[in-house]
């Protein structure tokens, strides 16, 4: 079975300052995606940003980028000049074709003012 | 463009109540429509998932059921709550034809 695996359950970050969290996942499929939801504290699960698993180009949106290691089943996702407003817990998940939704076990981030 | 809704955002219901909580999804046709639980500060566990009208599959055995009478409602039940059913339910949908899910608001259930 597929897993993912978020080792930092905390992070923190200075506003304003650049921070990545770090996701791996576990699984024998080539063609899959890979998502980052945000939830912040009013508990609605948002997406920030996937990634098919067939393209080399990592994917950005804005000041989200990731950085796709298809080989080292690793899918970190880097934030820029971070906001007060990106404080929340951060779930890295994975989708194989025609399969449901993988979900790690979530890394808190604060943004520190 | 495609809204999901779910409700209540928060219920209180004793030991032994049953449970009745509905999602529905407006925008779309056929979605996937999934059910998630989320104990406190942990991750999300799927309980329920539907790929069509009265399709429901289970992933997790326990206290819960769910049901999907109409293409666009997906509704979790319970006859019997336990203080184990405690937790913030999600109700998800994705587009077959998409990659990525989308969730609702959350319900938060205490079971006292």
């Known amino acids: 079975a597929q897993t993912v695996t978020q080792s930092q359950p905390e992070m923190s970050v200075q506003e304003a300052e650049t921070v990545t969290l770090s996701c791996t996942y576990d699984t024998s499929e080539s063609d899959y995606y890979l998502f980052w939801y945000k939830q912040p504290p009013s508990r609605q699960m948002i997406l920030v940003i996937r990634q098919e698993a067939y393209k080399q180009q990592n994917a950005t949106e804005n000041r989200f980028s990731v950085n796709f290691q298809k080989a080292a089943k690793s899918f970190s996702l880097k934030i820029s000049d971070s906001q007060l407003g990106d404080a929340a817990m951060y779930f890295c998940a994975y989708r194989n074709y025609g399969q449901n939704f993988v979900f790690g076990p979530g890394t808190r981030l604060s943004v520190l003012p | 463009s495609q809204t999901i809704h779910q409700w209540p955002a928060t219920l209180v219901q004793p030991v032994g109540s049953p449970l009745s909580l509905e999602c529905t999804v407006e925008?779309?046709?056929?979605?996937?429509l999934y059910w998630y639980r989320q104990a406190a500060g942990r991750g999300l566990q799927l309980l329920f998932y539907s790929v069509g009208i009265g399709q429901i599959s289970s992933e997790v055995p326990q206290n819960l059921s769910a049901s999907r009478p109409q293409d666009r409602q997906f509704i979790l039940s319970s006859k019997k709550l336990l203080l184990s059913d405690s937790g913030f339910y999600l109700c998800?949908?994705?587009?077959?034809?998409?990659?990525?899910?989308?969730f609702g608001q959350g319900t938060r259930l205490t079971v006292v």
């Open positions: 998800a949908w994705r587009d077959p034809g998409r990659t990525e899910a989308f």
């Open positions: 925008g779309t046709s056929n979605p996937n």
